[in-house]
């Protein structure tokens, strides 16, 4: 049985007293599952903040970008170290918000997980296509090119340990989810490409569904066989849609 993993993407939201008052509502609805992982990927001024929550609680901070490179003259860039350094265990890589307005293309991800590996974290690698690639049909041509710029350059045994996420461009902040079955099909589709290359880390490798999940939505979602849990970015920002969503979660593993 692999684990159930809930993780809100705040994107470009939050100020320090709007963080402290949804965290400590998220905290006052958790408890320690073993089943089951939370965590909130924050904006990288607040991670300092954020530690000071949550640390000893049941619920992880991350990034929700990894810069490429490890130090230097990057003006802007957030490197993985610096993330770990503020007790980030984790960080998104790959979103596509990032693919389409900031140049993130499948190399650059590919190299994105490679740093965020390397610094210690763990990348949630984030696929998905668009409207237009849905209706001509070529979803699973896109999410083969996107999986195979991290397996070509990092290898199979790389994605053990780390967290995939599907999310359909046209289900990312539109209130439109994929279908459980649509989002069964591409998670099952990424699980059997990785396995031709390592059916164990395959078998173990949890596949998150991201685009506009709800409390109302999650648990048909999460009830899939190859969907173990969500990558949430508006319902993230409310505590009790937040926590319908866990509990959502922690009542399908
Ligand atoms: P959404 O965003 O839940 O607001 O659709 C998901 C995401 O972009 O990760």
Not at 24 to 49: D, N, S, T
Request: glycine content about 12%; hydrophobic content about 45%; charged content about 20%.
């Amino acid at each position: 049985m692999r684990q159930k993993y809930v993780v809100g993407n705040w994107k470009l939201n939050g100020s320090l007293p709007g963080n402290e008052t949804l965290l400590r509502a998220i905290l006052a609805g958790v408890k320690p599952h073993p089943g089951c992982h939370l965590a909130v990927c924050v904006p990288a001024p607040y991670l300092a903040q954020v530690r000071g929550l949550l640390e000893g609680t049941p619920v992880a901070w991350g990034g929700q970008d990894v810069s490429r490179f490890e130090k230097g003259a990057y003006t802007g860039e957030v490197s993985g170290a610096m993330l770990r350094e503020l007790g980030a265990t984790c960080s998104i890589v790959g979103h596509s918000e990032r693919r389409a307005l900031f140049g993130d293309a499948d190399a650059i991800v590919a190299e994105k997980f490679a740093a965020a590996r390397k610094a210690g974290l763990v990348p949630i690698f984030c696929m998905g296509e668009t409207l237009d690639e849905r209706e001509r049909g070529v979803t699973e041509e896109v999410l083969a090119r996107q999986l195979d710029a991290v397996l070509e350059k990092s290898g199979a045994a790389a994605l053990d340990g780390t967290v995939l996420a599907y999310e359909p461009v046209w289900a990312i902040g539109t209130g439109r989810t994929a279908t459980s079955e649509q989002a069964q099909q591409a998670h099952a589709f990424l699980r059997a490409r990785v396995g031709k290359k390592d059916a164990a880390v395959a078998a173990r490798l949890p596949i998150l569904y991201g685009g506009s999940v709800k409390g109302s939505n999650a648990a048909e979602l999460f009830a899939m066989p190859d969907v173990d849990g969500g990558l949430i970015g508006g319902a993230s920002l409310v505590a009790e849609d937040f926590l319908a969503i866990w509990r959502a979660a922690v009542a399908a593993g």
